[in-house]
């Protein structure tokens, strides 16, 4: 497949997803835990743009001995899209959608080289 520049490595940031275009389709790329990940930017929902959404950790709820909910607490370990649509969560490490993780997002594989972020289209 052939790699086409997608943008400087420069550009990203852990913080917010960096949306470029290549032949057409809209990609969000973004830093993650010292890893460049690169998505679609179509959420597999209803086609919102998932990567300019939210990106929050996982909630996480601590129940009783009753199952009620006490709190909910964040999970840093592992962060989320939430497409600003309808809210879907994907976790930004593999594209898998939080509630049903044959559901993922569309991932392309990234190089980083000479100043420079790389997708195999």
């Not at 809209?26 to 830093?31: D, L, T």
């Amino acid at each position: 497949m052939p790699e086409k520049l997608l943008c400087a490595s420069s550009d990203l940031n852990d913080t917010t997803a960096k949306i470029c275009e290549i032949e057409g389709v809209e990609i969000g790329v973004i830093r993650h835990k010292g890893d460049v990940v690169a998505y679609k930017n179509v959420c597999p929902h209803q086609g919102g743009p998932v990567c300019e959404g939210l990106k929050m950790p996982k909630v996480c709820v601590e129940f009783d001995d009753q199952q009620r909910a006490l709190r909910q607490n964040f999970d840093d370990s592992e962060m989320h899209f939430v497409c600003p649509w309808h809210g879907w969560e994907f976790k930004m490490e593999t594209g898998e959608a939080v509630g049903d993780p044959k559901i993922r997002l569309k991932r392309y594989k990234v190089t980083e080289r000479d100043g420079g972020i790389y997708v195999e289209i």
